[in-house]
Protein backbone atom coordinates (compact mmCIF):
# COMPACT_ATOMS: atom_id res chain seq x y z
CA UNK A 1 0.00 0.00 0.00
CA UNK A 2 2.86 2.37 0.94
CA UNK A 3 6.34 1.57 -0.30
CA UNK A 4 8.92 3.71 1.03
CA UNK A 5 12.56 3.43 -1.28
CA UNK A 6 15.77 4.13 0.23
CA UNK A 7 14.25 7.38 1.69
CA UNK A 8 17.04 10.42 1.96
CA UNK A 9 16.72 13.78 3.15
CA UNK A 10 19.47 16.06 3.94
CA UNK A 11 18.91 19.34 5.50
CA UNK A 12 22.33 20.89 4.06
CA UNK A 13 25.17 18.48 5.56
CA UNK A 14 22.52 17.18 7.82
CA UNK A 15 21.57 13.82 7.52
CA UNK A 16 18.00 13.15 8.94
CA UNK A 17 17.04 10.52 7.00
CA UNK A 18 19.50 8.17 5.87
CA UNK A 19 18.14 5.29 3.29
CA UNK A 20 14.48 4.11 4.95
CA UNK A 21 13.18 0.95 3.26
CA UNK A 22 9.83 -0.51 4.72
CA UNK A 23 6.40 -1.43 3.62
CA UNK A 24 2.92 -0.26 4.92
CA UNK A 25 0.46 -2.88 4.28
CA UNK A 26 -3.28 -2.58 4.66
CA UNK A 27 -5.25 -2.15 7.70
CA UNK A 28 -2.74 -2.15 10.37
CA UNK A 29 -1.82 0.50 13.11
CA UNK A 30 2.03 1.05 12.71
CA UNK A 31 4.16 2.98 15.22
CA UNK A 32 6.76 5.17 14.39
CA UNK A 33 9.13 5.39 17.70
CA UNK A 34 12.43 7.16 17.97
CA UNK A 35 14.05 9.76 20.21
CA UNK A 36 13.32 13.49 19.61
CA UNK A 37 15.41 14.20 15.92
CA UNK A 38 15.46 10.70 14.99
CA UNK A 39 13.83 11.55 11.69
CA UNK A 40 10.26 10.60 12.20
CA UNK A 41 8.25 13.96 11.24
CA UNK A 42 10.38 14.16 8.48
CA UNK A 43 9.77 10.92 7.04
CA UNK A 44 5.93 11.65 7.64
CA UNK A 45 6.21 15.15 5.94
CA UNK A 46 7.77 13.33 3.22
CA UNK A 47 5.31 10.44 2.81
CA UNK A 48 2.63 13.01 2.87
CA UNK A 49 4.09 15.31 0.31
CA UNK A 50 4.60 18.28 2.41
CA UNK A 51 8.12 17.77 1.80
CA UNK A 52 10.62 16.33 -1.15
CA UNK A 53 12.90 13.58 -0.46
CA UNK A 54 17.02 14.38 -1.32
CA UNK A 55 16.71 10.91 -3.26
CA UNK A 56 14.57 7.71 -3.13
CA UNK A 57 10.60 7.55 -3.60
CA UNK A 58 7.30 6.99 -1.85
CA UNK A 59 4.74 4.78 -3.56
CA UNK A 60 1.10 4.82 -2.47
CA UNK A 61 -0.70 2.35 -4.00
CA UNK A 62 1.89 2.58 -7.11
CA UNK A 63 1.87 6.58 -7.08
CA UNK A 64 5.08 8.14 -6.38
CA UNK A 65 4.11 11.18 -4.14
CA UNK A 66 7.17 13.15 -5.23
CA UNK A 67 5.97 13.52 -9.19
CA UNK A 68 1.95 12.90 -8.19
CA UNK A 69 1.24 14.32 -5.05
CA UNK A 70 -2.40 15.46 -5.51
CA UNK A 71 -3.37 11.98 -6.65
CA UNK A 72 -1.54 10.33 -3.52
CA UNK A 73 -2.35 12.69 -0.80
CA UNK A 74 -6.28 11.87 -1.84
CA UNK A 75 -5.21 8.05 0.44
CA UNK A 76 -3.97 9.87 2.96
CA UNK A 77 -5.23 11.88 5.74
CA UNK A 78 -2.50 13.75 8.10
CA UNK A 79 -2.12 15.03 11.01
CA UNK A 80 1.42 16.80 11.38
CA UNK A 81 3.34 17.70 14.39
CA UNK A 82 1.99 21.19 14.65
CA UNK A 83 -1.42 21.48 13.01
CA UNK A 84 -2.45 24.23 11.06
CA UNK A 85 -4.95 25.49 12.68
CA UNK A 86 -6.55 28.74 12.23
CA UNK A 87 -7.31 30.50 15.51
CA UNK A 88 -10.11 32.94 14.68
CA UNK A 89 -12.39 29.86 12.33
CA UNK A 90 -14.91 27.96 14.32
CA UNK A 91 -14.48 24.52 14.43
CA UNK A 92 -16.95 23.31 11.68
CA UNK A 93 -15.76 26.42 9.60
CA UNK A 94 -12.01 25.03 9.67
CA UNK A 95 -13.24 21.72 9.10
CA UNK A 96 -15.69 22.88 5.92
CA UNK A 97 -12.27 24.91 4.85
CA UNK A 98 -10.24 21.58 4.91
CA UNK A 99 -13.18 19.54 3.20
CA UNK A 100 -12.47 22.36 0.48
CA UNK A 101 -8.71 21.65 0.63
CA UNK A 102 -9.04 18.28 -0.12
CA UNK A 103 -11.55 18.52 -2.70
CA UNK A 104 -13.82 17.14 -1.10
CA UNK A 105 -16.91 17.57 -3.49
CA UNK A 106 -19.40 20.41 -2.55
CA UNK A 107 -22.34 18.29 -2.33
CA UNK A 108 -20.22 15.83 0.17
CA UNK A 109 -18.97 18.16 2.51
CA UNK A 110 -21.23 18.93 5.01
CA UNK A 111 -21.81 15.07 5.53
CA UNK A 112 -18.04 14.96 5.55
CA UNK A 113 -17.24 17.46 8.22
CA UNK A 114 -20.45 16.07 10.26
CA UNK A 115 -18.79 12.41 10.13
CA UNK A 116 -15.24 14.45 11.18
CA UNK A 117 -16.91 16.02 14.12
CA UNK A 118 -18.90 12.81 15.07
CA UNK A 119 -16.00 11.39 15.30
CA UNK A 120 -13.10 13.29 16.54
CA UNK A 121 -16.19 14.09 19.42
CA UNK A 122 -16.54 17.53 18.65
CA UNK A 123 -20.31 18.20 18.40
CA UNK A 124 -20.07 20.20 22.05
CA UNK A 125 -17.75 22.18 20.78
CA UNK A 126 -18.43 23.13 16.81
CA UNK A 127 -19.63 26.45 17.25
CA UNK A 128 -16.88 27.37 19.32
CA UNK A 129 -13.39 29.25 17.63
CA UNK A 130 -10.82 27.29 17.93
CA UNK A 131 -8.80 29.78 19.72
CA UNK A 132 -10.91 28.96 22.68
CA UNK A 133 -10.65 25.31 22.91
CA UNK A 134 -8.58 23.50 25.15
CA UNK A 135 -5.22 22.10 23.66
CA UNK A 136 -6.84 18.45 23.98
CA UNK A 137 -10.22 20.02 21.74
CA UNK A 138 -7.90 21.29 19.34
CA UNK A 139 -5.74 18.39 18.95
CA UNK A 140 -9.29 16.54 18.34
CA UNK A 141 -9.83 19.51 15.65
CA UNK A 142 -6.50 18.09 13.98
CA UNK A 143 -7.08 14.63 14.16
CA UNK A 144 -11.15 15.42 12.65
CA UNK A 145 -9.27 17.57 9.90
CA UNK A 146 -6.67 14.55 8.96
CA UNK A 147 -9.84 11.93 9.12
CA UNK A 148 -12.17 14.17 6.54
CA UNK A 149 -13.35 11.97 3.77
CA UNK A 150 -11.79 8.81 5.50
CA UNK A 151 -9.07 8.10 3.17
CA UNK A 152 -7.47 4.82 3.62
CA UNK A 153 -4.31 5.88 5.37
CA UNK A 154 -3.85 7.92 8.05
CA UNK A 155 -0.94 9.46 9.63
CA UNK A 156 -0.36 11.34 12.63
CA UNK A 157 2.59 12.56 14.02
CA UNK A 158 3.20 12.53 18.05
CA UNK A 159 -1.37 12.81 18.45
CA UNK A 160 -0.76 12.96 22.15
CA UNK A 161 2.21 15.08 22.72
CA UNK A 162 1.03 17.63 25.18
CA UNK A 163 -2.20 16.58 26.40
CA UNK A 164 -3.10 15.17 29.98
CA UNK A 165 -3.83 11.65 30.97
CA UNK A 166 -7.25 11.74 29.78
CA UNK A 167 -7.20 13.21 26.85
CA UNK A 168 -4.32 10.89 25.56
CA UNK A 169 -6.65 7.95 27.09
CA UNK A 170 -9.20 9.44 24.39
CA UNK A 171 -7.19 9.87 21.49
CA UNK A 172 -5.98 6.43 22.15
CA UNK A 173 -9.48 4.72 21.98
CA UNK A 174 -9.96 7.36 18.84
CA UNK A 175 -7.02 5.75 17.13
CA UNK A 176 -8.31 2.31 17.34
CA UNK A 177 -11.89 3.02 16.50
CA UNK A 178 -10.21 4.52 13.47
CA UNK A 179 -7.92 1.80 12.62
CA UNK A 180 -10.87 -0.60 12.45
CA UNK A 181 -11.33 0.72 8.63
CA UNK A 182 -7.96 2.81 7.83
CA UNK A 183 -4.52 2.16 8.15
CA UNK A 184 -2.91 4.15 10.74
CA UNK A 185 0.63 5.63 11.02
CA UNK A 186 1.76 7.33 14.29
CA UNK A 187 5.04 8.59 15.74
CA UNK A 188 5.80 8.54 19.25
CA UNK A 189 8.77 9.17 21.03
CA UNK A 190 7.26 6.95 24.00
CA UNK A 191 7.57 3.40 23.89
CA UNK A 192 4.36 2.57 26.27
CA UNK A 193 2.29 4.68 23.65
CA UNK A 194 3.26 2.78 20.76
CA UNK A 195 3.02 -0.51 22.50
CA UNK A 196 -0.10 -0.21 23.86
CA UNK A 197 -1.54 1.27 20.42
CA UNK A 198 0.33 -0.11 17.48
CA UNK A 199 0.43 -3.61 16.26
CA UNK A 200 3.81 -3.17 14.33
CA UNK A 201 6.41 -1.17 15.88
CA UNK A 202 9.17 0.58 13.43
CA UNK A 203 12.15 2.06 15.42
CA UNK A 204 14.07 4.40 13.99
CA UNK A 205 17.19 5.69 15.55
CA UNK A 206 19.56 8.98 13.92
CA UNK A 207 17.58 8.48 10.53
CA UNK A 208 17.89 4.89 10.17
CA UNK A 209 15.84 1.91 10.85
CA UNK A 210 16.57 -0.17 13.39
CA UNK A 211 13.96 -2.37 14.23
CA UNK A 212 10.70 -3.22 12.59
CA UNK A 213 8.43 -5.52 13.76
CA UNK A 214 5.62 -6.90 15.83
CA UNK A 215 5.83 -6.09 19.73
CA UNK A 216 5.93 -9.67 20.40
CA UNK A 217 8.71 -10.67 17.54
CA UNK A 218 10.80 -8.11 18.47
CA UNK A 219 10.85 -9.09 21.98
CA UNK A 220 11.19 -13.06 20.97
CA UNK A 221 13.79 -12.19 18.11
CA UNK A 222 15.97 -10.84 21.43
CA UNK A 223 15.70 -13.51 23.36
CA UNK A 224 18.20 -15.44 22.11
CA UNK A 225 20.59 -13.08 24.97
CA UNK A 226 19.55 -14.52 28.29
CA UNK A 227 19.83 -12.48 31.08
CA UNK A 228 19.82 -13.64 34.69
CA UNK A 229 19.74 -11.67 37.51
CA UNK A 230 21.64 -12.73 41.05
CA UNK A 231 21.92 -11.44 44.64
CA UNK A 232 24.12 -12.70 46.92
CA UNK A 233 25.53 -11.91 49.65
CA UNK A 234 28.93 -10.97 49.39
CA UNK A 235 31.28 -7.37 48.87
CA UNK A 236 31.14 -6.04 44.89
CA UNK A 237 34.55 -6.76 44.15
CA UNK A 238 34.04 -10.45 45.69
CA UNK A 239 31.57 -11.00 43.45
CA UNK A 240 33.32 -8.74 40.17
CA UNK A 241 35.62 -11.22 40.19
CA UNK A 242 33.69 -14.85 40.33
CA UNK A 243 32.26 -13.31 37.40
CA UNK A 244 34.89 -11.97 35.84
CA UNK A 245 36.63 -15.74 35.95
CA UNK A 246 33.09 -17.63 34.90
CA UNK A 247 33.05 -18.86 31.18
CA UNK A 248 30.43 -18.01 28.81
CA UNK A 249 29.36 -14.56 30.12
CA UNK A 250 29.08 -11.94 27.74
CA UNK A 251 28.82 -8.95 30.11
CA UNK A 252 27.28 -8.14 33.52
CA UNK A 253 26.58 -5.31 35.83
CA UNK A 254 27.05 -4.95 39.65
CA UNK A 255 25.04 -2.82 42.37
CA UNK A 256 25.99 -2.80 46.06
CA UNK A 257 22.64 -2.98 48.20
CA UNK A 258 21.86 -1.00 51.06
CA UNK A 259 21.78 -4.33 53.42
CA UNK A 260 25.31 -5.64 52.44
CA UNK A 261 24.46 -7.92 49.93
CA UNK A 262 24.99 -7.58 45.92
CA UNK A 263 23.07 -7.60 43.08
CA UNK A 264 24.10 -8.71 39.12
CA UNK A 265 22.63 -8.82 35.93
CA UNK A 266 24.16 -10.96 33.82
CA UNK A 267 24.18 -11.64 30.04
CA UNK A 268 25.21 -14.97 28.87
CA UNK A 269 26.27 -16.15 25.68
CA UNK A 270 23.79 -17.25 23.26
CA UNK A 271 21.89 -20.46 23.81
CA UNK A 272 24.12 -21.09 27.14
CA UNK A 273 22.30 -21.74 30.62
CA UNK A 274 24.91 -20.73 32.86
CA UNK A 275 22.65 -20.99 35.76
CA UNK A 276 23.88 -23.96 37.55
CA UNK A 277 27.72 -22.72 36.96
CA UNK A 278 26.76 -19.61 38.73
CA UNK A 279 25.16 -21.54 41.58
CA UNK A 280 28.00 -23.96 41.69
CA UNK A 281 30.76 -21.43 41.96
CA UNK A 282 28.78 -18.93 44.21
CA UNK A 283 28.34 -21.91 46.55
CA UNK A 284 32.22 -22.69 46.25
CA UNK A 285 33.29 -19.42 46.99
CA UNK A 286 30.85 -18.70 50.40
CA UNK A 287 28.87 -16.61 48.82
CA UNK A 288 25.15 -17.35 49.25
CA UNK A 289 23.44 -16.94 46.74
CA UNK A 290 19.65 -15.07 48.16
CA UNK A 291 18.23 -14.86 44.37
CA UNK A 292 18.86 -16.40 41.14
CA UNK A 293 16.79 -16.37 38.27
CA UNK A 294 16.23 -15.70 34.56
CA UNK A 295 14.68 -12.20 32.86
CA UNK A 296 13.05 -11.77 29.45
CA UNK A 297 14.72 -9.26 27.65
CA UNK A 298 11.65 -6.71 27.38
CA UNK A 299 10.90 -3.95 24.67
CA UNK A 300 12.89 -1.43 26.65
CA UNK A 301 15.98 -3.13 27.48
CA UNK A 302 15.66 -3.28 22.99
CA UNK A 303 15.14 0.23 22.71
CA UNK A 304 17.76 1.12 24.74
CA UNK A 305 19.90 -0.76 22.55
CA UNK A 306 19.01 0.08 19.41
CA UNK A 307 18.96 4.08 20.49
CA UNK A 308 21.28 6.58 21.96
CA UNK A 309 21.50 6.40 25.71
CA UNK A 310 21.46 9.96 26.44
CA UNK A 311 17.97 10.45 24.65
CA UNK A 312 16.63 7.73 26.76
CA UNK A 313 14.87 9.42 29.88
CA UNK A 314 12.67 11.18 27.71
CA UNK A 315 11.07 8.20 25.93
CA UNK A 316 10.19 7.20 29.25
CA UNK A 317 8.74 10.22 30.26
CA UNK A 318 4.99 9.55 29.45
CA UNK A 319 3.99 12.85 31.11
CA UNK A 320 4.24 14.17 27.75
CA UNK A 321 5.49 17.59 29.55
CA UNK A 322 8.05 18.67 27.04
CA UNK A 323 6.90 21.83 25.80
CA UNK A 324 6.41 21.91 22.23
CA UNK A 325 4.75 25.28 20.71
CA UNK A 326 1.64 24.75 18.40
CA UNK A 327 1.98 26.61 14.99
CA UNK A 328 -1.38 27.02 15.15
CA UNK A 329 -1.27 29.73 17.92
CA UNK A 330 0.42 32.47 16.01
P1 LIG B 1 11.65 13.67 15.04
O1 LIG B 1 10.31 14.00 14.45
O2 LIG B 1 11.93 12.21 15.11
O3 LIG B 1 11.85 14.32 16.36
P2 LIG B 1 12.67 15.30 12.89
O4 LIG B 1 12.24 14.62 11.65
O5 LIG B 1 11.88 16.49 13.31
O6 LIG B 1 12.78 14.24 14.07
O7 LIG B 1 14.19 15.76 12.74
C1 LIG B 1 15.20 14.90 12.27
C2 LIG B 1 16.51 15.66 12.22
O8 LIG B 1 16.47 16.64 11.19
C3 LIG B 1 16.85 16.41 13.49
O9 LIG B 1 18.22 16.31 13.68
C4 LIG B 1 16.42 17.82 13.20
O10 LIG B 1 17.19 18.72 13.94
C5 LIG B 1 16.69 17.93 11.71
N1 LIG B 1 15.75 18.86 11.06
C6 LIG B 1 14.41 18.74 11.00
N2 LIG B 1 13.85 19.73 10.29
C7 LIG B 1 14.87 20.53 9.87
C8 LIG B 1 14.96 21.73 9.09
N3 LIG B 1 13.87 22.30 8.58
N4 LIG B 1 16.19 22.23 8.89
C9 LIG B 1 17.30 21.64 9.38
N5 LIG B 1 17.29 20.52 10.12
C10 LIG B 1 16.10 19.97 10.37
MG1 LIG C 1 8.78 15.00 15.30
Redesign the pocket.
Known amino acids: MIEVKNLV ?1 K ?2 N ?1 V ?2 DHLNFTIEKGRIYG ?1 L ?12 IMTGYLGATEGEVLIDGHDILKEPEEAKKHIGYLP ?1 LPPLYMDMKVWEYLEFAAELKRIPKADRESAVEDAVRMAKLQDVEERLIKNLSKGYRQRVGLAQAVLGFPEIIIL ?2 PTVGLDPKQIIEIRELIRKLAKNHTVIL ?1 S ?1 ILAEVREVCDYIMI ?1 S ?2 KLVASDTPENLENQMNGDETIEILAKAEPEEMRSILLNMPHIKDFKIEEKPDGTTYSRIESEDGIDIREQIFWTFAEEKCPLLMLQTSKVSLEDIFLELTQKDTVSMVFNQSGEEEKTNAGDL
Open positions: KYGHAIFGPNGAGKSTTMNEDESHIKG
